[in-house]
């Protein structure tokens, strides 16, 4: 059994994972993001369960090997709040 996780500011936990939609004005806006998170990804090597419908965003972060919240999502999730906060 895993320890309860205290999600980041404007994430919550469903269904064990950390999860958080954001709106953007358009969906030249939304992808554009995505691109900024892909390469944070990246960099991290951990990547996001997401998708994109027109001017949202839905993101869920998970370490798929351990079936849990882990630091990597907690660390990813930061990443995205400094890219959407950009």
């Known amino acids: 059994m895993t320890e309860p996780v205290e999600p980041p500011p404007g ?3 469903v269904d064990g994972k950390l999860h958080r939609e954001l709106v953007f004005a358009d969906f030249a806006a ?6 900024r998170v892909a ?4 960099r991290l090597d951990h990547h996001p369960d997401w998708s994109n419908s027109w001017n949202t ?3 869920d972060l998970v370490s798929h090997d351990v079936g ?3 630091a990597r999502d907690l660390r990813l999730a ?7 906060a950009a």
């Open 57 to 59: 965003v839905t993101i």
């Open 11 to 13: 994430w919550e936990v």
């Open 68 to 70: 849990a919240i882990t």
């Open 30 to 35: 939304a992808f554009a993001f995505m691109g």
């Open 78 to 84: 930061e990443a995205i709040d400094r890219v959407a």
């Open 39 to 42: 390469a944070e990804a990246e």
